[in-house]
């Protein structure tokens, strides 16, 4: 079955950090780019980051450019965000999506999504 | 406010037919394929259609999707009370900073 599976959110405090782990399975994992989609309660969709299949290439939303860094271990079939100095606004449940080709920019769709992990920023 | 512009909410009859827009730039839809998103209530969005108009295993014949310049449209025939969802569009949009993917702000289907 081709599943991913988000961890690691959680309630943190602003300006502190936290990492999010998405495990994949089910696909060979270092043929396709992926990404993390975000999604605050009740609003739509924003696209946080996308890293291409063999990390090569690495892209952000100028949101949390500078703070949020993505990273995959094709050994694991593991991506990862490591999200720093967060902010209020950066309370979300995010989402770990496959794309449907190796490379990020050349985005066609996300064809499969975790269950996502929520992350709440806040004193 | 998103880069791409969906209508807020649609409504139909079961049976009947919608239609959902999606309005972008030259920059996003016009030079890139549109993609198309339902989200179940409490439930992780699931791609109905890819490449503009092209239907992954498993999504029926009832959703179908289309470009034209910088505008895309998904429609939905013999609407189901379980359509019930919101619906989102997204695409490349090269006019960000190194490039992104952008979303629409999502339109809520009701299923009358």
């Known amino acids: 079955e081709v599943q991913l599976v988000e961890s690691g959110g959680g309630l943190v405090q602003p300006g502190r950090s936290l990492r999010l782990s998405c495990a994949a399975s089910?696909?060979?994992?270092?043929?396709?780019?992926m990404h993390w989609v975000r999604q605050a309660p009740g609003k739509g969709l924003e696209w946080v980051s996308g890293i291409s299949w063999n990390s090569g290439s690495i892209g952000y939303a100028d949101s949390v450019k500078g703070r949020f860094t993505i990273s995959r271990d094709n050994a694991k079939n593991s991506l990862y965000l490591q999200m720093n100095s967060l902010r209020a606004e950066d309370t979300a449940l995010y989402y770990c999506?496959?794309?449907?080709?190796?490379?990020?920019?050349?985005?066609?769709?996300?064809?499969?999504w975790g269950q996502g992990t929520m992350v709440t920023v806040s004193s | 406010q998103s880069v791409l512009t969906q209508p807020p909410s649609v409504s139909a009859a079961p049976g009947q037919k919608v239609t959902i827009s999606c309005s972008g730039s030259?920059?996003?839809?016009?030079?890139?394929?549109v993609s198309w998103y339902q989200q179940l209530p409490g439930t992780a969005p699931k791609l109905l259609i890819y490449?503009?108009?092209k239907r992954p295993s498993g999504i029926p014949d009832r959703f179908s999707g289309s470009k034209s310049g910088t505008s895309a449209t998904l429609g939905i025939t013999g609407l189901q009370t379980g359509d019930e969802a919101d619906y989102y569009c997204g695409t490349w949009d090269s006019s960000l900073s190194a490039g992104g993917v952008v979303f629409g702000g999502g339109t809520k289907l009701t299923v009358l």
């Open positions: 030259s920059s996003n839809i016009g030079n890139n394929y």
């Open positions: 490449d503009n108009n």
């Open positions: 999506a496959k794309d449907k080709g190796g490379y990020f920019y050349d985005h066609h769709a996300f064809d499969i």
């Open positions: 089910g696909f060979t994992f270092d043929d396709y780019a």
